[in-house]
């Protein structure tokens, strides 16, 4: 059976997905959904007066963020609770992915209150759908931490994931970013950097990160817009010989010793057959150049 479309005798909480970039991604059940609610509760209601102009949107809008206080959230609740629709919208995309909502949909489910997704534009399903890398199991780990130290320490036990994983990544931290996950994962491994999804100057480019670090080096354009980077998970057969304890060990050993010493090391710390540990050693070497 269909959901309706409009708000109907229950109060209910739509969560309703704007576009990323193209207005012309706006659903038509997302324009009617927001025109007919109570009240449209947005991440930043200057940002969304834009969308509402261009769709005609004349229900009134109220800031909501995650860390809005507890009041807020509870105020929303009520007016649930005393019938009024409500629909939750962000700056772009989809509500909740990497972006404010939790807390609310959270609050109202648990209050009994019926939350109806509008699903849209949402750019890591947008990135994958066109990335060419496997798509049947993935994970998204949304943005990484700013500095280099910590954003190390969350790669670290993603080198072993065999599933794609999917970022979020701000322009002027790409070129840091794609460095790093060419250490973390070695430089020949297939990743997609997906920029500026339904607008201008889309683009959509694949390689090793390696290939990704220097074409986004290259090119002050591909440092800039809005961008998601998928990296291909890690094969199997490699994953056999090095887990991501291992591949830490690994790369610590080999910040101060030779291969050859930090393969015996290493074999000794995790169990792992030395010539394996050799071997993924080379490979790391080889693409650092
Ligand atoms: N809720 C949104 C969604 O459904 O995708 C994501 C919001 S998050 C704050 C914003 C990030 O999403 C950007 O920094 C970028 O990584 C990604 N993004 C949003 N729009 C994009 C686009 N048009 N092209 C590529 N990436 C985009």
């Known amino acids: 059976m269909t959901q309706p479309s409009t708000p109907g005798n229950e109060p209910a909480l739509y969560v309703v997905a704007t576009p990323i970039g193209n207005l012309g991604d706006m659903v038509p059940r997302a324009v009617e959904v927001l025109q007919t609610v109570d009240l449209i509760a947005a991440e930043d209601t200057r940002h969304s007066s834009r969308l509402m102009d261009h769709f005609q949107i004349r229900t009134p809008l109220v800031a909501y963020h995650d860390h809005s206080d507890e009041r807020q959230v509870q105020s929303l609740v009520e007016r649930l609770q005393q019938g009024q629709n409500l629909a939750l919208i962000s700056d772009a995309g989809t509500p909740l992915v990497s972006d404010p909502g939790y807390r609310l949909v959270r609050s109202a489910r648990q209050a009994g209150i019926r939350v109806i997704p509008i699903p849209g534009a949402c750019a890591l399903i947008a990135a994958l759908s066109a990335s060419g890398l496997p798509s049947d199991r993935f994970s998204f780990e949304g943005f990484l931490p700013p500095k280099t130290g910590q954003r190390l320490n969350r790669l670290q036990p993603l080198a072993a994931e065999s599933r794609t994983l999917i970022f979020y990544e701000a322009p002027h931290r790409i070129e840091d970013c794609l460095k790093d996950m060419g250490a973390t994962f070695g430089a020949s491994r297939e990743a997609v950097l997906a920029r500026e999804i339904s607008k201008t100057f889309e683009t959509i480019r694949g390689g090793t990160l390696e290939e990704l670090q220097a074409f986004v080096a290259a090119d ?70």
């Open 220 to 289: 002050p354009n591909q440092r800039k817009g809005e961008m998601v980077v998928m990296v291909r998970g890690q094969d199997k057969a490699a994953e056999q010989t090095l887990d991501a304890e291992a591949a830490r060990i690994m790369t610590i050993l080999l910040e101060s010793l030779s291969v050859k010493q930090a393969s015996q090391i290493g074999a000794e710390i995790t169990g792992l057959k030395k010539k394996a540990l050799y071997q993924w050693a080379l490979e790391q070497q080889e693409h650092r150049g």
